[in-house]
């Protein structure tokens, strides 16, 4: 199975701060990468898809980048909304795999 | 607009059958993927299998020997059956979308927690 290690575990942010969030594979998964946003009591939201593609309706101020093994994350402007747990996940190769999650606070 | 939602009991016995029923509105499950992914405590998530429109399946293979994904196009239904379940399945279990084979999920039940315990 692919290995999905996410960085970090937990980052608290202010208002407005850009915060960015890690996730490495344990092999080159080309990109196969979503971002999803997990708030108390409520299902995953799909945020980004193709590593870097906006899903729809979500916020401008979310972006994903990279390429290979290594991605990211980026909250360009920290709103109170925000705060929540954010998982990745490669969808290159069954069984699809998770990264360990990464909890987010406002400061 | 796509809603899912899981029903299924709350308490499940060691060794016994956890079942799970995912009711979808709003799209049928003739056409996409569709999937279940499970939460532990702690945060963990693990993708179990899905079920395509053709109806043939995937499994984690970490489950194979215990998962079966099926279906009821007529009530647009999809069900999980996990056999012989311990404590360590005690999870919240989700039904989620997924537009093809290689997408990641756009549409996701609210969950529902299974915890496993005499």
């Known amino acids: 199975d692919i290995q999905m290690t996410q960085s970090p575990a937990s980052l608290s942010a202010s208002l407005g701060e850009t915060v960015t969030i890690q996730c490495r594979a344990s092999e080159d998964i080309y990109s196969g990468l979503a971002w999803y946003q997990q708030k108390p009591g409520k299902s995953p939201q799909l945020l980004i898809y193709?590593?870097?593609s906006l899903q729809d309706g979500v916020p401008s101020r979310f972006s994903g980048s990279g390429s290979g093994t290594q991605y990211s994350l980026k909250i360009s402007s920290m709103q109170t909304e925000d705060e929540g747990v954010y998982f990745c996940q490669q969808g290159l190769k069954y069984p699809f795999t998770f990264g360990s999650g990464t909890k987010l606070e406002i400061k | 607009e796509v809603q899912l939602q899981e029903s299924g009991p709350g308490l499940v016995k060691p060794s016994q059958s956890l079942s799970l029923t995912c009711s979808v509105t709003?799209?049928?499950?003739?056409?996409?993927?569709w999937g279940w992914i499970r939460k532990f405590p702690g945060n963990k998530m693990e993708w179990m299998g899905y079920i395509s429109y053709s109806g043939s399946t995937s499994y984690n293979p970490s489950l194979k020997s215990r998962i079966s994904i099926t279906r009821d196009t007529s009530k647009n239904q999809f069900f999980l059956q996990l056999n012989s379940v311990t404590t360590e399945d005690t999870a919240t279990y989700y039904c989620?979308?997924?537009?093809?084979?290689?997408?990641?999920?756009?549409?996701w039940g609210q969950g529902v927690m299974v915890t496993v315990s005499s």
């Open positions: 193709g590593a870097s």
């Open positions: 709003g799209y049928s499950i003739t056409s996409n993927y």
């Open positions: 989620a979308r997924s537009l093809t084979v290689a997408t990641p999920f756009d549409y």
